[in-house]
């Protein structure tokens, strides 16, 4: 009687060890996934760094592209504001020429 009440708990110790295991398998299961899905979101956070950073530098080349331009721009109307004032100056100069000759 005392060995079948030994061979019991013995096999009550085994089915509880076995359990325990398949915890641990299922636990390490778990950890791996929650290991892949950080790793992930690593990688997902360091891509959207990533093209944050691509977006700004592209900002940044269309700011300086556009204030580029604008100085162009703004030289460009200087020169034809200079060329207009010449031009008048021009034709004042020749109408004088022309009384100067008339008279």
């Keep these: 009687a005392e060995v079948q009440e030994v061979q019991r708990e013995n096999a009550v110790l085994r089915q509880q060890v ?3 295991r398949q915890y641990e398998r299922r636990a390490v299961q778990l950890s791996q996934a929650l290991n892949q899905e950080q790793l992930q979101r690593r990688r997902e956070e360091q ?6 950073a691509r977006w700004t530098a592209l900002q940044r080349s269309w700011t300086n592209k556009t204030s ?4 162009a721009l703004h030289e460009r109307d200087e ?3 200079r060329l207009r004032r010449t031009t008048e100056n021009d034709r004042i100069e020749l109408e004088a020429l022309r009384r100067s000759h008339a008279s």
């Design 79 to 81: 020169e034809v504001q």
């Design 18 to 20: 076995e359990e325990l």
């Design 68 to 71: 580029e331009t604008e100085r």
């Design 47 to 52: 891509d959207h760094r990533e093209q944050i």
